[in-house]
């Protein structure tokens, strides 16, 4: 069971507190864990990739273990506490200013 944080927004587009449960079949990747929380909540979709492109959106930012994996290739496996459940995906709107 893969373990998911959602900002808050995200949050409450999905309607759901806390972390995100998924189930992966395969490999776990940026792009299954992706597919996966799309399909389980559809309202997600385009908000953390683009529709056409699947590329991630600009003030968006992945984290896993300490590390931030947003410019990790999308089929690039997760580590392996992110594979096991021992630590969350965590998916962070990035914030900019000046």
Known sequence: ??????????????????????????????????DALEARYPMLCGTIRDHVTQQRRAFVR???????????????????????GAEPFRIVGAIAGG
Do not use: Y
């Open 1 to 34: 069971m893969i373990r998911v944080v959602l900002p808050a927004h995200l949050r409450k587009l999905a309607q759901v507190d806390g972390e995100v449960k998924l189930e992966i079949k395969g490999r776990v990747t940026q792009r299954s864990v992706l």
């Open 62 to 84: 992945f984290f896993a273990c300490g590390q931030d994996l947003s410019h990790e290739l999308p089929d690039a496996p997760l580590p392996d506490a992110v594979a096991t």
